[in-house]
């Protein structure tokens, strides 16, 4: 769970600076009046009884001001929660451990050696075996609420007992793995080096069992950095002997002392089952060198009670039928975007440095960019591809594909012939329990196109549609339906045609048991080109699709497989760090954005505070388009369209003139956490676990426990799921994403985002969008074909069959052009074109708008709302009083207002609409000490005129 950085308390000190300086001067003129008292013989009581009165009154007025003002809204998220009932918990922990049982990926198991039947004793090596990954860092992190299942316990909860004495052996050398995340993200990988392990250890170990559980993890998570590619000055050593990586030694192979312990175990025992716990994908080729390794795992991080589902894995109470999400290649410094896997700072750009707070220290943050080089051969496409056209050894490229995964059992897949059924292409899979045990498998089918060298960029694997089959007995069969549509097979031509394109040939369809591996297949013949232009658009889109985006290929050289990937040395050597000036002058930072760019000068004033009678629950359930919205939006005043789109950070504000009710928004992906109170749910496994099981119903069931998790944590909106793309396994954010691809990817997104539809909580995809890596103020080079067919696709699926009506949008910027900035991105493509009715919001927006955010330029392009939860600075127009602002607010007020006004918050018309309980306790408490501070002042006056008094009769009698 994230807790209140130390910038955001600065943050809200500058805020309330004014008044904080105003208490200052109070308080010294308070201190001013006691010693000038002393001078008044006589009255010295009464002026400082009434300095007092006056200074305690003026203290509360201001503390009345920063508390209503502007720490109003982080006072009432602190008030806001609820939580997670004990029986919806159960159904959590339920769905939890399903999604891991089907998400771990069984990647070799020579001799079956798993599961393990001749025993029920193991040892477990690897410091990870006692400090696995449960998450990530970060706002994908699981809370501390609930007892997390170790590897440990779910291999005892399955009845396998574990050798106690290596479990304490690794605590000791260190207990706990360090989450901790931002600028200071620990990269560190404790592990004893082999000296470290006695004979006896070693023994007493051999004595318990033969079979040895080695476990290795990696750990990623939100910042401002990714992955190491060169983990030598990141990584301190186990040992002063040695260094654990060499200069050009990255974090995602093994380090020195992983590969002594790898030595030691395996001249050890002849049994030795490999469990990779970690979120991204590692060169695992010492799997395949060492005979004694057996059999090898791959869970990403388990969760709450995920290592439940591996204990009855390794047992055999559950066959796995994972899938990778990600392929596993040998060399990563062999593949395509590896000299373009990390920002680069632009060395033309370094006066627009910014300097800001991060995890409490001063950071300069400067413009930097990274250069999709690869186009569409992200992942598996360009293994496939590359293979096909001879450049590449694919064994020995290629460890374990996208999409592969063993079971127990052995199943046979019988694809029918296909038919056509209108705009839609169906077959039927026959899949076939060949084996002895029950067991789940996944249909993948997969497009090749047809391809003309130098045309448009096609890859010869796609995945186009993948399914799931229940449990099926040995010997039984199951009957899946497959429907594709016709323009799933299309590509996007950013070049000549500027559309999505359905060339004219030969299709191949087939159904694999990975990228690589074709079971069976069938062709289908297009006739006729097709151009998805005019009013023939492409896969629903409401208007038809062209170049949105052609700044964004910049100079970049991209990936092409003409004359069998002839350019491949050019196209992905590194970028220059020049940004070339053509592109310079158009770039800005708020410190450089002039704020009337967006101002229309003919713009005309809306209608602002009218009575017509409407309120917002009136609009529960209406069209985008009925014309009482904007009846309903004269109403609003610009000071409450001003909070409601400035002030939108974990809630949505309430809006007294429409009885609209305040309503909160929750962190993250793994869990429901809420930041200010505390309250959080359990944390499921990584959404990289969930895409590889490949099951739609269970992305789906996962997004309606989050559902009724939220609801009963009085949580409206998800800050969920994370819809990017792994580009590269480095991706520190990649747990918070699904997988490579964007099919599979776009799959869950959209089953997730349905499934907390269901409950009446939206879902905000996010980040919207390539946000890949792990930095902010990155421009992205890409060109529209990638952008298209990659990246925006799992959004788009999302929108078009999620029925999603919340977005994050990136602190990416594409191009030149900060993402919340993009009005092609925004409005064009995702309202225009996808048909988006909601509402978009920024990423975590902070006092300075990070440095390149603001509104004025958010919300003429289509972004709705700021997340932030205090401030007066970039988070609000400069000017509101202007007309065009005004009708951009107004704009933005009815998507986040068309948005909450349909979720669960609205089921019951009769909203509790009055003032937040707080306020009207803070209210009852200034009137009770008003008329306290009024007593004492009447007590006192009463006083001293009654001394005067006094004091005047004795005068007169002795005189």
Not at 122 to 132: I, K
Not at 681 to 688: N, Y
Request: net charge negative; glycine share 8%.
């Amino acid at each position: 769970m994230l807790q209140i950085n130390f910038e955001d308390v600065i943050g809200v000190l500058e805020t309330c600076k004014p008044y904080l300086i105003a208490l200052a001067v109070v308080v010294a003129l308070m201190i001013v009046g006691m010693v000038i008292a002393h001078w008044f013989k006589g009255h010295r009581a009464f002026v400082r009884g009434n300095v007092a009165v006056v200074g305690v009154a003026s203290i509360l007025v201001i503390a009345n001001l920063i508390a209503l003002g502007p720490m109003s809204t982080l006072i009432s998220l602190t008030m806001g929660s609820g939580q997670a009932t004990a029986q919806t918990t159960q159904k959590a922990k339920a769905v939890a451990e399903k999604i891991a049982g089907e998400g771990t990926v069984l990647l070799k198991n020579d001799d079956n050696l798993l599961p393990l039947t001749d025993t029920s004793k193991v040892n477990m090596f690897g410091w990870t075996s006692a400090n696995p990954v449960y998450g990530g860092t970060g706002s994908g992190a699981i809370n501390d609420l609930y007892e997390t299942v170790s590897i440990e316990q779910g291999l005892k909860n399955a009845g396998i007992s574990v050798n106690q004495d290596l479990i304490d052996f690794y605590k000791d050398y260190q207990d706990g793995r360090d989450n901790s995340s931002d600028t200071d993200m620990s990269w560190q990988l404790p592990e004893p080096p082999v000296s470290t392990y006695s004979d006896r250890l070693i023994n007493d170990a051999k004595q318990y069992s033969d079979v040895a559980v080695l476990v290795l993890g990696r750990l990623g998570g939100e910042g401002y950095t990714d992955l190491p590619t060169d983990a030598s000055g990141e990584v301190g050593s186990n040992s002063k002997d040695y260094r654990d990586f060499e200069s050009g030694e990255h974090y995602l192979q093994l380090s020195k002392t992983e590969r002594d312990l790898v030595d030691l175990v395996c001249k050890n025992f002849d049994d030795v089952i490999v469990l990779y716990n970690g979120n991204n994908p590692m060169q695992l080729g010492f799997i395949n060198e060492h005979p004694q390794i057996k059999s090898a795992l791959w869970l990403a991080g388990a969760g709450n009670v995920g290592f439940n589902a591996l204990g009855k894995i390794i047992a055999g109470d559950i066959d796995p039928s994972g899938r990778t999400s990600d392929t596993f290649v040998y060399d990563m410094t062999s593949t395509p975007w590896w000299n373009n896997v990390e920002k680069t700072s632009y060395s033309n750009l370094k006066n627009l440095t910014v300097t800001g707070l991060a995890n409490g220290k001063m950071t300069k943050f400067s413009p930097s960019f990274i250069n999709y080089a690869e186009g569409i051969y992200v992942g598996y496409k360009y293994y496939e591809t590359a293979a096909d056209e001879g450049i590449i050894d694919y064994d020995k490229t290629v460890q374990y594909p996208f999409g592969y995964g063993l079971s127990y059992t052995t199943f046979e897949q019988k694809m029918s012939d296909i038919k056509e059924s209108g705009d839609n292409l169906t077959f039927t899979v026959t899949v076939t329990n060949t084996g002895d045990k029950a067991g789940k498998d996944v249909v993948e089918v997969y497009s090749n196109p047809p391809y003309t060298n130098g045309g448009v960029e096609k890859a010869t694997a796609n995945l186009v549609a993948a399914e799931k089959t229940p449990e099926i007995r040995p010997g039984a069969s199951q009957k899946v339906s497959i429907s594709i549509g016709k323009d799933d097979l299309a590509s996007y031509d950013y070049q000549d045609a500027k559309a999505y394109v359905l060339d004219a040939g030969d299709y191949e369809i087939s159904i694999n048991s990975d990228s690589h591996t074709v079971l069976d297949h069938r062709t289908y013949t297009v006739g006729k080109k097709i151009v998805y232009s005019g009013d023939t658009t492409h896969d629903g889109d409401k208007q038809a699709a062209t170049n949105q985006f052609a700044d964004m290929a910049g100079d970049v050289t991209y990936l092409s497989r003409k004359d069998h990937f002839a350019n491949y040395d050019s196209a992905t050597a590194k970028g220059s760090d020049v940004m070339p000036d053509k592109y310079k002058a158009k770039y800005h930072l708020n410190k450089t954005f002039d704020h009337t760019m967006y101002l229309k000068a003919d713009a005309k004033m809306p209608t602002t505070g009218a009575k017509n009678g409407l309120k917002l629950a009136d609009l529960r359930g209406a069209d985008y388009d009925d014309p009482r919205w904007e009846k309903l939006l004269d109403e609003m005043t610009v000071d409450e369209m001003t909070k409601l789109t400035s002030l939108a950070g974990f809630q949505t504000a309430a809006v007294k003139s429409i009885d609209k009710v305040a309503t909160n928004d929750a962190d993250g992906p793994a869990a429901i956490n809420n930041n200010f109170t505390g309250a959080g749910s359990i944390g499921f496994p990584v959404e990289t676990v969930t895409a590889c099981t490949w099951n739609a119903d269970l992305a789906e069931s996962f997004g309606d426990i989050i559902g009724q998790l939220a609801r009963e944590m009085n949580v409206s909106g998800w800050y969920a799921p994370g819809a990017n793309m792994h580009r590269t396994p480095f991706g520190a954010r990649n747990f918070e994403y699904y997988s490579e691809d964007a099919t599979l990817s776009g799959i869950m997104a959209a089953h997730a985002v349905k499934g907390a539809a269901e409950r009446g909580v939206y879902a905000y995809i996010k980040h919207f969008a390539l946000y890949d890596s792990n930095a902010r103020m990155v421009s992205v080079w890409s060109n529209e074909q990638a952008v298209r067919e990659i990246y925006l696709k799992p959004f788009e699926m999302a929108v078009k069959d999620g029925d999603a009506h919340a977005v994050m949008n990136a602190w990416s910027f594409l191009g030149t052009t900060w993402a919340g900035e993009s009005g092609n991105l925004n409005s064009t493509v995702l309202r225009d074109e996808w048909g988006f009715q909601g509402m978009v919001l920024t990423d975590y927006f902070r006092e300075d708008g990070r440095g390149f955010m603001t509104a004025d330029a958010a919300l003429a392009n289509g972004t709705d709302a700021m997340l932030a939860t205090y401030g007066s600075g970039p988070n609000i127009p400069a000017d509101t009083n202007d007309a065009s602002t005004v009708q951009y607010m107004r704009n933005a007020s009815k998507n986040v207002l068309y948005t909450v006004v349909n979720s669960w918050v609205y089921e019951d018309s009769a909203q509790n609409v009055g003032m937040e309980t707080w306020k009207k306790i803070t209210i009852g408490a200034d009137a009770v000490l008003a008329v306290v501070l009024i007593g004492i002042e009447v007590l006192m006056i009463r006083r001293y005129l009654a001394r005067r008094k006094t004091a005047t009769i004795t005068v007169v009698k002795t005189r």
